[in-house]
C-alpha cells in the first residue's frame, strides 16, 4: 500500500478548503458587484425616465394656458370647416415638434378629438371618440393623469399626459400628449452600453410596459389569476392583447437576490435591482446577467492553485536555506528593539526638555501676567461697588452697563489664562496648515505683559488671513513667544523700543521677520546663538530657549536664522512652508 507522507495529505487538504472558500468568496463578490452595477444603473434609467416623464407632464398644462385654445373650445361647434381649428392645429404641431412628443390632441366633453397635431396626416386623430380611455375621464374629473396604454389607431405602446381646460369653473376640455415608450428603449447608453444588462418597467398590473427585450413586452412575469383576465378585456387597457406569463422564478444565491428566466429552451440568471416610477406607479428592475457566475470563478481557482503551491515550495525552501539563522534574526531583533527603547527615550527626553523651556518662558512672563490679571480684576472690583450703589439707588440702567463693562473684563482674563493654559500643555507635534495671524496673535496675547513691562511698542503686523503655514500651532506659538520675549529683553535698556514684523511669499514659502531696536547681536556671538545652553543674560537664562526653538522649526521643515539690521537691533527670520511638501 502507498504511503503518502502527512504533511503532503495536509497541503492537499488545505489548498481543497483554501479553493472552496475562494470559490465561494470570489462568487459572492461577483453577485455583490453586480447587485451594486445593477442598482447603479436603475438608479440612473429612473433618474432618467422620471426627469423625462416630468417634462412631458408640464406641456399640457402648458397648451391649457393658451387663451386661443380656451375660445376655441368655448365657442367650437363640430363643422368640419370651422375655419378657427386650423391655428390649433398648427400650434398642436408645434408643441409637438419642439418636445419630441408623438402627437398632442384635444378632446371635448363627449371625448370627440377635435384639433391634433397629426391634422395632415391619413392616420389624423380628428374625429375620433377617445371617452372610454381613463386618461379622458380622469381628465374631465379635474385630475392630471400619465397613463400607459396601446395606441388604438396605430397599436403602438404609449404613454399619455392629460390635463383638464378649464373655462372659469367649468371643465371645457381635455389636453392629451402622447409619447411611445420606444423613444426610451432605444437608447442603450442609459446602461453604460452594457450588454449584459437588461430592463423592464412593469405597472401597478405587473405587466411589461417597457424593455429593452422585445418578448417581454406586454407580457408579465407574474401569474394571471381569472379574475385579472376579465380586469384585462374590460378595460382594454391593452385593446384585444392578453398578456402572456414569463417563467421567472427569483430566490436567494448567497444572500443576493437572483431572478432566474426559462425562455426559448435558455434559462438565464439575473441579479435584479428595482426603483419606483411614481409618476406611472410603476417600478423601472434592472437586471445584470450572471448566468456565468460560476465558470468565472475557475481563473481565480487556476490562479490561487499556482499561487499556492509556489507559495508552499518557496516557504520550504526557505525554512531548509535559513534554518541556521534563527540565532542571527533573533539578536537582530533584539537591537532593533533596543534602538527603539532608546530612541523612544531620547525622544521623552526631548518633550521634557521642551517642556522645560516652554515653562520656563512663563516663569519668566508670570510676573507680567499676574499684573496683566490684576489690572482687570481691580477695575471688575471698582465697577462691581458702583453697580451695587447704583442699583440701590434705583439707577438700573447705569449698573447694567457697569455689568457689562465687567463681563468684557472677565472675557479679557479668560482669554489670558486659557491661553496661557494652552501654551503650557505638552502636546504631540501634529503638522497641519495653520493660519500665520492667528498663530502671532495668540503668542502675543502670552508675551504682551511682558512687552509692557519693558516699555515696547508693537508695529501692528500686516498678515493676511490667506497666508498659512504648514506647522504644529502649539510649538510654533512657543517659538514666537520666545524670539518675542526675547527681543522684549534685548531692547530694555534701548532708548528706542519697538517691536514689528515683515512677512515675505516666494515659491510655496512664507518667510516671517521679528524685528527689534536693541543692541543687536554681538558679532562673535553670530555662529553660537542657537547652541545648547548658550545665553546672553546674566541670570534667569537656561541658554535653551533659541536651540530648543530652532530644532521645533527644523521639525516643519523649516529655518531659523538671525543677523544684525543695518541701523541697528537684531532680525529673526523663520522660513516655513505654506502647504505641505513645499519645501
Known sequence: ???????????????????????????????????????????????????????????????????????????????????????????????????????????????????????????????????????????????????????????????????????????????????????????????????????????????????????????????IDAAQQQYFTRSRHYLDYMPKVIDAQQRNSQGVPVLQISEANKRSKYVPATAAIHRLKAQMTVLVDMSLVNIAQFPRLVWITVIYVSVLLGFYALMARFAGYKKLLYSRHSLEQEVIERTQALEKAQTALVQSAKLATIGQLSAGINHEINQPLSAMSTYLVSAKRLIIKGDVTQAAENIVIVQSLIERVHKIVGQLKHFSKPAQTQLREQILAQLLKNAMVIASPQL?????????????????????????????????????????QSPERELSFEIEQFEGRVKLSILDTGPGIEQHALGTIFEPFYSTKSSNGLGLGLSISKQIINSFNGCLTAHNRPHGGAQFIITLANTKGAL
Open 1 to 223: 500500500m502507498l504511503h503518502v507522507p502527512r504533511k503532503i495529505v495536509l497541503a492537499v487538504a488545505i489548498l481543497i478548503v483554501l479553493l472552496l472558500v475562494s470559490f465561494l468568496f470570489g462568487r459572492h463578490y461577483d453577485l455583490t458587484q453586480a447587485q451594486q452595477q445593477a442598482q447603479r444603473q436603475v438608479n440612473q434609467l429612473s433618474h432618467y425616465l422620471e426627469t423625462e416623464l416630468t417634462r412631458f407632464a408640464a406641456i399640457p398644462h402648458l397648451v391649457t394656458d393658451n387663451q386661443l385654445l380656451t375660445a376655441f373650445i368655448s365657442d367650437m361647434n363640430l363643422d368640419a370647416d370651422n375655419q378657427a381649428v386650423q391655428p390649433i392645429n398648427n400650434y398642436l404641431a408645434d408643441i409637438q415638434q419642439a418636445s419630441g412628443a408623438s402627437d398632442v390632441y384635444v378632446l371635448n366633453n363627449a371625448g370627440d378629438v377635435v384639433a391634433s397635431s397629426n391634422w395632415q396626416l391619413d392616420y389624423t386623430y380628428i374625429g375620433n371618440n377617445f371617452a372610454f380611455r381613463p386618461y379622458f375621464y380622469q381628465a374631465l374629473a379635474g385630475k392630471k393623469v400619465a397613463y400607459f396604454a396601446l395606441g388604438l389607431r396605430s397599436n403602438e405602446r404609449g404613454i399619455y399626459f392629460s390635463e383638464p381646460i378649464h373655462h372659469g369653473n367649468k371643465v371645457i376640455g381635455v389636453v392629451v400628449l402622447k409619447v411611445n415608450v420606444s423613444k426610451f428603449e432605444s437608447d442603450r447608453q442609459l446602461l453604460n452600453n452594457s450588454q449584459s444588462s437588461h430592463f423592464y418597467l412593469s405597472l401597478a398590473d405587473n405587466v411589461i410596459a417597457m424593455s429593452d427585450i422585445q418578448s417581454w413586452r406586454l407580457n408579465t412575469m407574474q401569474p
Open 452 to 492: 509692557k513691562h519693558d516699555d515696547v511698542s508693537v508695529k501692528d503686523a500686516q498678515i493676511a488671513d490667506s497666508i498659512k503655514v504648514w506647522v504644529d500651532g502649539v510649538k510654533f506659538e512657543q517659538v514666537l513667544v520666545n524670539l518675542i520675549t526675547n527681543a522684549s529683553h534685548a531692547m530694555a
